[in-house]
């Protein structure tokens, strides 16, 4: 995998990502996936805590002792890492670059389910991948979200949605200020077509003008319906300190 792209919800502008790295012909960016990292970590999380109650080292020593509490005997917990990066590498490879990896050089996904955990177990899969973690402004999130109930229905509420939007973003800027090959960027900037913003998108997908123009000249189906201010009120409320560090907020 090169590239994967991670929002931090949904209606953050990803597929509009995924188009601009896909105008380049050799690229690959394939769509989102329902979250499967997440499964892969739980399995991992599990399996994990389990080998903490590890005794498989004194069992193979002493098998002779019939009293050795051995319900929960798993091997070592470096082992367990180990097997899943292998396991989670198989998966993307087979899935996603095995066969199409001679027609495209560069390959990886889009995905809007992705927080912190699922994100540190992909980059011990690929350390070498770009990641790039897009964020939008959470009340505009909301009035896109408003026209499609069903993604709307996936947060539970309004506040189950600020929970999540604070959790995923803040752990965003904490990752894009720890690794040099993961980068945030704001959907808002993309539109607006700030040029540093461009540029990096360009940059790592080997993008040219003539490949970003067209997409950013096609206008996005958007909501017109407004999101009432008592609404408004709440997600500053709930996301301000976030939003502040964001800069969507003085």
């Known amino acids: 995998m090169d590239l994967i792209i991670s929002s931090a919800t949904h209606r953050s502008g990803s597929t509009l990502l995924q188009r601009l790295f896909n105008a380049r012909k050799e690229t690959l960016i394939w769509g989102e996936n329902g979250g499967c990292l997440t499964e892969f970590y739980k399995i991992l999380d599990h399996t994990k805590h389990h080998a903490s109650f590890n005794h498989w080292d004194t069992y193979l020593k002493s098998r002779e002792d019939a009293n050795q509490w051995i319900a929960c005997m798993t091997p070592p917990k470096h082992e367990v890492d180990a097997v899943m990066i292998q396991t989670v590498s198989t998966f993307h490879e087979e899935l996603y670059v095995k066969k199409y990896n001679k027609q495209h050089d560069m390959i990886g996904y889009k995905e809007v389910r992705y927080g912190r955990e699922e994100l540190g177990l992909l980059r011990k899969c690929y350390p070498n991948c770009t990641i790039i973690l897009l964020v939008r402004n959470p009340i505009d999130i909301w009035k896109s979200m408003s026209q499609r109930k069903g993604i709307k229905k996936m947060y539970g509420s309004l506040e189950g949605f600020t929970n999540i939007w604070n959790v995923r973003v803040n752990s965003y800027l904490l990752l894009s200020k720890s690794d040099p090959n993961i980068h945030l960027v704001k959907y808002e900037d993309i539109v607006a077509r700030k040029a540093e913003t461009i540029n990096l998108i360009k940059q790592v997908g080997h993008l040219e003008e003539k490949d970003v123009n067209p997409i950013l ?34």
């Open 217 to 250: 000249s096609n206008k996005i189906n958007s909501s017109s319906k407004a999101v009432p201010e008592h609404t408004i009120k709440f997600i500053m409320k709930q996301c301000g300190l976030i939003m502040r560090k964001v800069g969507y907020l003085p």
